[in-house]
């Protein structure tokens, strides 16, 4: 056996009961997946097992690796009515971080002649590295209003269209967002930066689809061999990072606010030995307040990725006039959602956390817009800078396997630290280019942290997707240029 995981089909592996354990822990993914999965990744999945309110399992996509208390590639839902709680480490530190696709109407053929002065105009329209910001100002009331209005917000200042929120989560605003649970701190941290892409991880990226794998969906997403289209990732910056820290600092036994005598008592909601599993019951004072703070973040970062679509949409209207860059989809994939779910016959209401897990709505939905309803929700993956990245769509079986839910990406298999003893960033750009990929960034550190050897095989972990029942495949892309965090 492998980490003593007991196989209950191709991509589903349970771990062994122990006690603590509220529901089963499973693991989705192929042999050589879960084979490489570390120790670590699967003791934060049963410590999520162990969790007040916990219903049906603790889950792990393909692309699962270790994080902050809750593996990234982490499911799990809850139910108020029975203690359940909502954890910081459970949404993830950059609050609603997620993935935005652009259809262009150009063909790969379009844009490779002018891949460098794509490349060079994308990276100096949209800000990127860390802390570099742009030209928006947000104090005050206008600070309050964007953490309420998400993308609504954004396309009522003029970022983008009307027609673009449909095509979002939450018709591009979540509701319950309560921005005086907002400290001022994390308040300042997004005051020059919205619009930008932050650091790293995050990219925007160029893409032609190489290969489409189911006819019928892509026909519905509008997608055909050789298309171009973009793709964008990133979240709601520092302030979705401060958001959590606040909280963490607050409810986390030893956290900051405690050592400084503001809030000596113990923390009565912390239900496990690790400090990182910081919770608070959905139904309590401090469950409500992070919830709406939370939401803010996630109305932070939905507006974030508007307004860089805007960005965006200026730099291929000078390059390519006739481009028309329609949404796609916009899905987060760091989040908790009350959402309606089936569970042993009735509808409940669970608080759903997919930290590293996209949502994957299959065909039918209610929430779907009308155009999408048939072939299911898009489900947006990232590769890596060098790899394919792909487009798959929620199944009706996902329902009941995930709460409908996906892989975010690829996952990682080197820490950053490693992927930096291991590549150069500038070799790697440069190996890149003669790959056809013009890779544009503030940091060549940071390249070598996201290298494509720094990543699971997509491939693997798409296929595992789909023959788990999680997602099914639709589209295969290759990057052309890529502005990197
Ligand atoms: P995360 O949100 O966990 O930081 O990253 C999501 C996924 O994006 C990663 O698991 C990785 O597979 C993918 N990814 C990271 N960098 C890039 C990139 O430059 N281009 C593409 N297409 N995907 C990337
Ligand atoms: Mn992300
Ligand atoms: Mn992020």
Redesign the pocket.
């Known amino acids: 056996t492998l980490h003593g995981l007991a196989r209950h089909g191709e991509f589903e592996w349970h771990l062994p009961m122990t006690s603590g354990m509220r529901v089963p822990a499973i693991v989705f993914g192929s042999l050589e997946l879960v084979r490489a999965m570390d120790d670590k990744t699967l003791t934060q999945l049963r410590n999520v097992a162990c969790l007040p309110g916990i219903v049906r399992a603790a889950m792990a996509m393909p692309?699962a690796h270790s994080g902050y208390g809750f593996p990234?590639g982490g499911v799990a839902a809850f139910d108020p009515a029975h203690g359940g709680v909502v954890s910081m480490g459970g949404v993830g530190f950059?609050i609603s971080?997620g993935v935005r696709t652009l259809l262009t109407g150009l063909t790969r053929d379009h844009i490779l002649a002018r891949r460098e002065e794509l490349a060079d105009a994308l990276f100096r329209a949209v800000p990127s590295g860390v802390g570099r910001g742009g030209t928006i100002i947000l104090e005050g009331e206008d600070l309050a209003a964007m953490l309420e209005g998400g993308a609504v917000w954004a396309v009522g200042r003029g970022y983008g269209q009307p027609a673009d929120l449909g095509r979002i989560e939450d018709g591009g605003r979540m509701p319950g967002a309560v921005p005086g649970h907002v400290s001022p701190h994390a308040g300042k941290r997004i005051r020059d930066q919205l619009g930008s892409l932050g650091s790293?991880?995050?990219?925007l990226?160029v893409?032609w689809v190489e290969k489409i794998l189911d006819p019928a969906r892509s026909a519905a997403f509008a997608l055909k061999e050789g298309d171009v289209v973009v793709?964008i990732?990133c979240g709601s910056r520092g302030l979705g990072h401060q958001i959590g820290q606040d909280f963490i600092d607050e409810l986390a036994p030893g956290g900051k606010a405690r050592r400084k005598g503001k809030n000596a008592a113990p923390n009565p909601y912390l239900p496990v030995p690790d400090r990182e599993m910081v919770c608070a019951p959905i139904d309590s004072e401090p469950g409500r307040r992070y919830l709406g703070a939370m939401r803010s973040g996630i109305n932070c970062a939905l507006a974030n990725r508007q307004v860089i679509t805007h960005l965006v949409r200026e730099v291929f209207a000078d390059i390519f006039p006739t481009a028309r860059l329609d949404l796609l989809y916009d899905v987060s994939?760091?989040t908790c959602r009350a959402e309606s779910h089936r569970v042993d016959g009735k509808e409940k209401t669970l608080f759903v956390h997919r930290k590293?897990a996209t949502r994957a709505l299959g065909p039918g939905h209610p929430d779907l817009p009308a155009a999408l309803r048939g072939a299911g929700q898009p489900v947006l993956?990232?590769?890596?800078?060098g790899?394919a990245?792909y487009i798959l769509a929620g199944t009706t079986e996902g329902e009941a396997r995930s709460f409908s839910s996906a892989c975010?990406?690829?996952?990682?298999v080197l820490s950053r630290t490693e992927a930096r003893r291991r590549f150069v960033g500038r070799d790697l750009m440069e190996s890149l280019r003669h790959q056809g990929v013009f890779v544009r960034t503030m940091s060549s550190r940071g390249i070598a942290e996201?290298a494509p050897g720094a990543?699971?095989d997509?491939d693997e972990v798409t296929s595992s997707a789909a023959g788990a029942g999680l997602a099914a495949p639709v589209a295969r892309t290759l990057?052309l240029v890529?502005v990197?965090g």
């Open positions: 692309d990234i950059d971080c790293g991880n995050h990219y990226e893409q793709s990732h994939h760091n590293g993956v990232g590769g890596s800078m790899t990245s975010h990406g690829a996952g990682r996201e990543y699971k997509i990057p890529c990197k």
